[in-house]
Structure formats: C-alpha cells, structure tokens
Nanobody, 122 residues
Framework: QVQLVESGGGLVQPGGSLGLSCQAS?????????MGWYRQAPGKQRELVAT???????NYADSVKGRFTISRDNAKNTVYLQMNSLEPEDTAVYYC???????????????WGQGTQGTVSS
C-alpha cells in the first residue's frame, strides 16, 4: 500500500523559512513520474505549489517563484520543498502528491499525503 509520509511545517515569522519533506513508502516503486506539493488555505481551494518530474524538471506557481525550491531524491522516493521569504499568505495545509506511480500493483496512479500545517505569523 502506497503511503506518503510528510514532515516539516510549523510556525514561522514573516520572512522566515520552512522545509518540508515527503517520502513515498509501503511498497517497491518501479517509478514515480511526478512528485509535488499543493496547499489549501482556509476557505480556499487546493492549489498547486510546485511539481518536479523524474528527470528533475520543475514547475512552480507564480506566487512562489523565486522563494520556494522543490527537489527530489529518486533513490529515496522523497520530495522536498524549501520555502524562503515566507509571507502570511503562504499559511496553509501543504499536501504532498505523487503522480504517475508505478508499482507491482499500480499503473499510473496518484496518491496524496495527509497534509502538514505551515503557518506564517508574527
């Protein structure tokens, strides 16, 4: 059973930094095509933050370009998100996503983590 286990998050002051990580586990992975982070603020829809495909090509929401950096370790099936210059508007629950996942029992499925809270406040 595929699981995405997130860590990181917490409370930080405006201008500060937070780091998130998410490891896919629970089975032997043949390939995870894309990994990424989404977020959902109170009263708002879930939105894309950043994604990274197996080759390392990245995509960012305009609102985080230049401040956030996504990376992944394919050998560890882990994706990271380094968030710098944080603003109160970045406050949200951050969800890890793994898409196009191939294992012995899945072909191109998508999975989500449970979410981790990131709060930017003075």
């Amino acid at each position: 059973q595929v699981q995405l286990v997130e860590s990181g998050g917490g409370l930080v002051q405006p201008g500060g930094s937070l780091g998130l990580s998410c490891q896919a586990s629970g089975t032997i992975f043949i390939r995870i095509g894309a990994m990424g982070w989404y977020r959902q603020a109170p009263g708002k829809q879930r939105e894309l933050v950043a994604t990274i495909i197996y080759s390392g090509r990245t995509n960012y929401a305009d609102s985080v370009k230049g401040r956030f950096t996504i990376s992944r370790d394919n050998a560890k099936n882990t994706v990271y998100l380094q968030m710098n210059s944080l603003e109160p508007e970045d406050t949200a629950v951050y969800y890890c996503n793994a898409a196009d996942v191939y294992t012995a029992s899945t072909t191109g499925d998508t999975f989500w983590g449970q979410g981790t809270q990131g709060t930017v406040s003075s």
